[in-house]
């Protein structure tokens, strides 16, 4: 029998998208990579570039994630992505990533 290969569940947080299962941009074991789409979404043409892992994250009421630190789900200092890209693109760029 042959083996179907489904589109691995993401989640998102705070406008950024994670693999549900490690809630982490790249994820090999599920063949997720969301830094093209996350880079797109935050202005930036996409590099080849380490990914960004969320921190611990709850869900509200809502439905929607939220920090375990501060408890907020637009929580600048936990979920700042697009600084979090910015450093890590410039990281790659001096390792000659491009």
């Known amino acids: 029998m042959a083996e179907v290969e489904s589109s691995p569940a993401t989640i998102e947080i705070n406008d950024a998208l994670f693999c549900q299962h490690y809630k982490e941009v790249v994820s090999t074991e599920f063949r997720y990579d969301g830094r093209e ?5 935050f202005g930036f043409d996409p590099i080849d ?3 960004i892992e969320a921190p611990s994250a709850t869900i509200n009421k809502d439905g929607d994630y939220q920090c ?4 907020l789900t637009a929580c600048n200092q936990c979920y700042g992505w697009k600084k979090q890209i910015t450093r890590l693109r410039t990281q790659a760029k001096k390792a000659g990533k491009k």
């Not at 375990?68 to 408890?71: D, M, Q, V, Y």
């Open 37 to 41: 789409e996350n880079d797109a979404f």
């Open 49 to 51: 570039r380490e990914g």
């Open 68 to 71: 375990k630190k501060h408890a």
